[in-house]
């Protein structure tokens, strides 16, 4: 019989195994079928353990990103939601569903620029309002002259919720009307405005108006109009 000569060689090389009388024939074997290594050890492949770490189905991680369900979604629902817009959204629904008593009020109060009216705010509505939304809108609604800190406190007292359109034409009227004053500060604290920034960034907003940039919302760079019409939908639907 062969006898192994690991004790006195070593197999620390493959050439050492092979040259081996007695392991040279099960070497090549144990390296291709998932056997043992030469080293006394249980040997891997890279599938073998990728698979045993998703065991159940497990997702990357992805922070933030990864979608979920709010507790207002209806199970038939098939919109997503990411972690952020959930934990932003739910103390705005906590408060619409405590003001679900007030009569005549509209779903939202859709706070916009000016040179809004036309394009992206108009689509906004529209598409609110093909979701079964009832919208407050400035060219329906609204009566021109009005400061916008004043229309919006008009707009969320006869609305469900309010939502601002942030565009860059809104970031210049913020800058000349210093939107960030005690009164939107009150109405931030109420949980009843939604931003939901189109064509520029949270951190513009923040640079021209840290307090109302501290509030996360909706983004047309993460959903289109349809799509975020679709979550404020869900979020006023009682």
Sequence with gaps: ????????????SSSAAAACPACRGSWG???????????????????????SNNVGGGRS?????NSTKPR?????????????QVRTLTPIRENIERRSSVPELRDVFLCHAWDDRKEAAKELHDQLEAAGVSAWFSEK???????????I??????????????????????????IADKELSALLARDLLVPIVHGT??????DVS???????????????????AAKIAELVTL
Excluded at 2 to 8: G, I, K, L, S, Y
Excluded at 61 to 65: N, P, R
């Design 153 to 178: 406190d008009k707009g969320l007292a006869k609305s469900r919720v309010g939502i601002v359109l942030v565009t860059p034409s809104l970031l210049r009227r913020v800058q000349g009307e210093g």
């Design 141 to 151: 609604d609204v009566l021109l002259g009005s400061t916008l800190l004043r229309e």
């Design 61 to 65: 991680s992805g922070g933030s990103k």
């Design 1 to 12: 019989m062969a006898r192994c000569t690991a004790p006195v060689e070593g197999h620390r």
């Design 201 to 206: 960034t949270y951190e513009a907003l923040r």
């Design 29 to 51: 074997r144990s390296r291709s079928y998932g056997g043992y290594d030469s080293f006394g050890g249980p040997s891997y492949s890279l599938s073998s353990y990728t698979s």
């Design 210 to 228: 840290p307090l109302l940039g501290s509030r996360s919302g909706l983004n047309t760079a993460e959903d289109t109009m349809a799509a975020i």
């Design 72 to 84: 207002w979604s209806r199970a038939s629902s098939t919109i997503i939601y990411t972690s952020e």
